[in-house]
Structure formats: C-alpha cells, structure tokens
C-alpha cells in the first residue's frame, strides 16, 4: 500500500498541465538499448540514474532506445519513443522506473 502510494504521490509530481515551456532545464534519462535484458540479469543499466534532481519548472525527458516498453512514474514509454514531463511539485519522491532491478527511481525536486 506505501508503495502504491509513492508512487501516486510521484505520478501527482510529475503530471502536467499543459504543454507550455516553463523555461526551466531539462533533466534527461536516455535508456539504453538492452535495458530490459540488462535489468533481467540482475545487472545496472549504464546511464540510467538511481536519483533525479531537478527544480520546479523543469521537465523531465526520458527516450526509451530500447526494445522493450518502459515505465518511468506511472508512465509507459513504448521503444523509439520519448516522454516530456513537466516537474511540478517541490518534494523528495520514490517511484517506479523498470530500468532499474529494483523497480525505483528517488526524485529530488526543489522550489
């Protein structure tokens, strides 16, 4: 039940209202190609972070190169694609991220 919550409360961060640029920066997360196979064998995925840290105003842009769909706070992010998410709420979060053996992924978002 806390986990679920987590990550409602993280999906909640990262929600958008709307596709206007804020301006801030953009903090990305480029899954690799063989992610999820890498993930199956217990192994990290280089250049997938453990940890975020961003600002109110910025986005959070994650590409998924590989074969595999992804899910990344809520969301699904199907291979070749990218999602754009707008960070909202200040907050320390845990949400999902199945690039990561553990399934989690901490999001630092300050004011």
Known sequence: MLA???????A??????????????????DIPPNASKLVAQGKNVPGVPDRIVGTVGDTLVID????STQFVAGYSIS??????????RAGDYET??????????RMSISE
């Open 79 to 88: 291979p070749g694609q990218s999602l754009k998410i707008p960070l909202n």
């Open 12 to 29: 909640a961060v990262v929600a958008g209202c709307g596709g206007d640029d804020t301006g801030g920066e953009t903090v990305r997360i």
């Open 64 to 67: 998924n190169r590989d074969s």
């Open 96 to 105: 999902n991220c199945s690039a990561h053996e553990d399934r989690s992924l």
């Open 4 to 10: 679920t919550i987590a990550v409602a409360a993280a």
